[in-house]
C-alpha cells in the first residue's frame, strides 16, 4: 500500500464492478421486458400534475409500490396488486418512495376516484381525517367571494373553509388530482413481468 | 435470462472470494508488510512523539499546517454554516410532521421541501465539506511535505459553496431532480463537480510529492473516495439516461454509495488518523486495517438495493445486496477491533482530550450503525422497518452520530493548531458533546421504537393505516425534542469556532512568541 496507482485504479475497479451489478445488468435485463399492455403514457396535464407531485416531495411520505401479499397486507388495504418493473416505464424522475407515513399511492386514482374528495383532502387533509398528519396545500387553491362559470369549489366541512366566500381549486390543485386520479395499475402484468419475489412463499410455485 | 443473472451472481460472489484470499494471501506473505513503522508514519519524522492532547503541539513546526490552513478554514466554516443552516431545516421539518398545519402558507415551507433541503444541505453541505477539509488537513500531514497548489481549493471551496447555495435555492423554488439523494438540479451539480476538481487535483499533487514512501491508511481512504465520490456525482446526475425502474437502481446505488465509499471513508479515515496522533501511540492492528478497507470497498459498494427490497426489481439484485450488506460485519469488525482496542488501552487520553471524546464515541457508532445496517437488510427485518420512520434513526445514526460526531471532535482537534491558540472557552466543548449526545439518543431511541410500532402496525391487516400514523406521533414528538437540542449542540459549537477565530492578532503573537 505504498502505491498511489495501483491503490485508485483498483478503487475505481471495484466501483466500476459494482456499478455493473447493480445498474447496467438489472437495467439490461429489464430494458427486454415488454410495456404491460394496460399502460398508458400520462397525457399532458396528467404530466403537469406529476410534476407537482414531485416538487412538493409528497414521495418523501408516499410509496409507489405496492408488495406482495406474500410480505406485508397491502392488497387488503386497497392499494393494489404487487407491482413490476413495467408499471413505470413512463416514469420519470421514479417516485417509488421509502416511507410510507402516508398509504402507498400507486393505485390511489383507483382507490379513490373522486376529484372532489382530493381537492378538499389537498387544501385541508384534517377536513376528512382528524388523525391526518398530512401537511395542507393551501396556495394550490384561492379565496374567492364567489365561484366564477370556469371555477371548480372546494367542498368544505363546517369550520375549514373561510368565513366568507369560496375555496376554488387553482390549475396547479387540477394538475396533480389529474395525475392522483390517472394513478391505476390494475391492468394484468405480462407473463415475464419482474419484481422482488424473495418474499413468496414455497407453495405459490415460484 | 434467469441463467445468465445466477452467471453474474455466481461471479460476483468469485470476484470477492477471489479478492479476499488475495487479500490474505498478500498478508501471509507480506506483499503489503505493514508493521508497526508504518503504522508510526501518522507520527513526525522522529516516530511517536508524545501524545497531542488539548494544550500541546500548538505550534507547527514543520510549515506543512500553515499551507494548508488557508483552505481547511474556509472549508470548516463553510461547513459549519451549512451544518447550522441545514440541522435547522431538519428540526422545522421534524416539528411539521406533528404540527400539521404549522408554517404552511408557501411551497418552499411544505414538509417535502423541508426534509430534502436539511438532507442535501447537512450531506453536500456539512458532512462533504467538512470531510474535504479534514482530507486537506490530514493528508499533507501523513505525506510529510506542504499541500501543493494551494490556491485551488480555494477556488475550490467558492463554487462548491456556491453551488449548494444555487441548487438549494432553486430547489426551494420547486426546481428538482426529483429523486432523494440527488434533488438538487443536475445543471447546478455540475458546479459541485467542477469543485471537486479544484480539490482532487491539489491533493493528487501532494501525494504523488509525497516524502514518505509509505500511504498511511487514512490516505487509502482518502485517496480512494476522491475517486469514487466524483465517478458516482456524475453518474448519477447524468440527464436523460436514466428511467423508470433503472432509474431506481441508479438512485439507490448512488445514495448508498455516497454513505458508503463517501462519508464513511471521510469519517473512518479521520478516525484512523486522530485516534493515534491524540493517544500518541499506533493503532492496535495496522494489517487488520488492509481488510478494514478493502473489505469495505468490495462490499459496501454493493449493498445499495437493499433500499427496494419487496419492490418491483429482480429478485437477484436485491440478494446481491443483502448478501453484501451481511458481509459488511466482516470490514467492520476490523475497523473495529482497530479502533477500539486503541483507545480502551488508552483511556486516560479522553481525560486528556476533548476532541477524542467526540471522535471515540463516533467511531463506536460506526461500528454500530453498520451492525444495525447487516441486520436491517435481511429481507425478515426489512419487512417490518421498510418504509417506516426506523429508517430516518438508523441513517442518521450512520450520518450523524458516526461521520458528524468524529468531524466535531476533528474540528475541534485542528481548529487550535491551526491558530496556534486554544478555544476560549472548552465548557461550551463538553456542553455541545453533552448536548448532541444525549439529544441523539433521545432522537434514536424515539424514532426506533416509534418506527418498529409503526412497521408491526402495517403489517398487520387487522389494524387500520391511521393506527400506524396516529401510534407514532408521541414518538415524533420526542424526535423534535432530541433533534432541537443537537441544533442548539451545532450553535454552540459555531460560536467556539467563531470565537477561536477572531481572536486578536495580538494574543496570537504572544502565544507564538511563548512557543
Given amino acids: ?206 | 435470462m434467469p441463467i445468465t443473472m445466477g452467471l453474474l451472481l455466481a461471479l460476483s460472489f468469485v470476484v470477492s472470494l477471489l479478492a479476499l484470499s488475495f487479500l490474505i494471501w498478500a498478508i501471509a506473505t507480506k506483499q503489503f508488510a505493514l508493521d508497526r513503522a508504518h503504522a508510526a508514519t501518522v507520527f513526525g519524522k522522529g516516530g511517536a512523539d508524545g501524545p497531542d492532547t488539548d494544550g500541546t503541539h500548538l505550534f507547527d513546526t514543520t510549515g506543512i499546517d500553515r499551507v494548508s490552513a488557508r483552505p481547511v478554514r474556509l472549508l470548516i466554516l463553510g461547513a459549519i454554516f451549512w451544518l447550522v443552516l441545514g440541522s435547522t431545516f431538519g428540526v422545522i421539518a421534524s416539528l411539521k410532521l406533528h404540527w400539521p398545519d404549522w408554517l404552511n402558507q408557501a411551497a418552499p415551507l411544505t414538509f417535502g421541501r423541508m426534509r430534502a433541503l436539511h438532507l442535501n444541505l447537512v450531506a453536500y453541505g456539512w458532512l462533504s465539506q467538512i470531510g474535504i477539509a479534514c482530507m486537506f488537513w490530514i493528508l499533507p500531514r501523513i505525506f510529510r511535505t506542504p499541500l501543493r497548489a494551494p490556491n485551488l481549493p480555494v477556488i475550490g471551496f467558492w463554487i462548491w459553496n456556491i453551488g449548494i447555495t444555487l441548487g438549494a435555492l432553486a430547489f426551494a423554488q420547486g426546481w428538482t431532480d426529483g429523486e432523494e439523494w440527488l434533488e438538487f438540479p443536475w445543471q447546478l451539480d455540475m458546479l459541485l463537480v467542477l469543485a471537486g476538481v479544484f480539490f482532487v487535483v491539489p491533493l493528487v499533487k501532494t501525494a504523488r510529492a509525497r516524502e514518505v514512501d509509505h500511504i498511511y491508511v487514512t490516505g487509502w481512504y482518502f485517496l480512494a473516495a476522491m475517486v469514487w465520490f466524483p465517478c458516482l456525482f456524475f453518474i448519477a446526475n447524468l440527464p436523460g439516461i436514466h428511467y423508470g425502474i433503472e432509474e431506481a437502481t441508479v438512485n439507490w446505488w448512488f445514495a448508498h454509495n455516497v454513505l458508503g465509499l463517501w462519508l464513511t471513508p471521510l469519517g473512518v479515515g479521520t478516525a484512523y488518523y486522530f485516534i493515534p496522533k491524540i493517544i500518541g501511540k499506533p493503532i492496535y492492528s495496522y494489517s487488520l486495517s488492509l481488510i478494514g478497507f478493502w473489505g469495505l470497498a468490495l462490499f459496501y459498494s454493493q449493498v445499495g438495493i437493499h433500499h427496494l427490497i419487496g419492490g418491483p426489481v429482480p429478485t437477484w439484485v436485491v440478494t446481491l445486496s443483502v448478501v453484501h450488506s451481511v458481509m459488511m460485519f466482516i470490514p467492520v469488525i476490523a475497523v473495529a477491533i482497530n479502533q477500539h482496542v486503541t483507545v480502551a488501552r488508552n483511556l486516560w487520553a479522553l481525560k486528556e482530550s476533548l476532541p477524542l471524546r467526540f471522535i471515540s464515541f463516533g467511531a463506536v457508532m460506526y461500528t454500530l450503525a453498520s451492525f444495525q445496517g447487516s441486520i436491517e437488510a435481511l429481507r425478515s427485518v426489512n419487512t417490518i422497518t421498510h418504509f417506516t420512520h426506523y429508517t430516518v434513526g438508523h441513517a442518521h445514526l450512520g450520518a450523524y452520530a458516526f461521520v458528524s460526531i468524529v468531524m466535531f471532535g476533528a474540528a475541534y482537534h485542528i481548529m487550535p493548531r491551526m491558530m496556534g491558540r486554544d478555544f476560549a472557552h472548552p465548557g461550551l466543548i463538553r456542553l455541545h458533546f453533552w448536548l448532541v449526545v444525549v439529544g441523539f439518543a433521545i432522537y434514536f431511541f424515539a424514532l426506533t421504537i416509534g418506527g418498529l410500532l409503526q412497521g408491526l402496525a402495517m403489517l398487520d391487516a387487522t389494524r387500520s393505516f391511521a393506527e400506524s400514523v396516529i401510534l407514532t406521533k408521541p414518538w415524533l414528538e420526542a424526535r423534535s425534542v432530541g433533534g432541537t437540542m443537537m441544533t442548539l449542540g451545532h450553535i454552540l459549537f459555531a460560536i467556539n469556532v467563531i470565537g477561536i477565530l477572531r481572536k486578536p492578532r495580538a494574543v496570537a503573537q504572544s502565544a507564538v512568541a511563548a512557543e
Fill in chain 1, 1 to 206: 500500500m505504498n502505491r498511489y496507482l495501483p491503490l485508485v485504479l483498483i478503487a475505481f475497479g471495484i466501483l466500476a464492478f459494482a456499478t455493473l451489478m447493480l445498474v447496467i445488468a438489472p437495467g439490461i435485463q429489464m430494458a427486454q421486458r415488454s410495456v404491460p399492455e394496460g399502460l398508458r403514457p400520462y397525457s399532458e396535464q396528467e404530466s403537469r400534475g406529476r410534476e407537482q407531485y414531485v416538487s412538493l416531495g409528497c414521495v418523501y411520505c408516499h410509496s409507489q409500490q405496492p408488495r406482495s401479499p406474500d410480505q406485508a397486507p397491502d392488497v387488503e388495504r386497497g392499494w393494489g396488486r404487487p407491482s413490476v418493473a413495467g408499471d413505470y416505464v413512463f416514469d420519470q424522475p421514479h417516485q417509488l418512495g421509502t416511507m410510507r407515513t402516508g398509504p402507498d399511492l400507486l393505485n390511489v386514482g383507483v382507490r379513490l376516484p373522486s376529484e372532489s374528495w382530493h381537492l378538499t383532502h389537498l387544501y385541508q387533509p384534517r377536513a376528512i381525517f382528524g388523525w391526518s398528519i398530512m401537511p395542507a396545500y393551501p396556495y394550490l387553491f384561492e379565496e374567492k367571494p364567489e365561484a366564477g362559470p370556469e371555477d371548480t369549489v372546494v367542498v368544505l366541512p363546517e369550520g375549514f373553509g373561510p368565513d366568507s366566500g369560496v375555496v376554488v381549486a387553482r390549475q396547479e390543485a387540477l394538475d396533480l388530482t389529474a395525475y392522483l386520479l390517472a394513478l391505476d395499475r390494475t391492468y394484468p402484468v405480462p407473463e415475464d413481468a419482474l419484481r422482488d419475489d424473495g418474499y413468496a412463499r414455497k407453495e405459490s410455485g415460484s
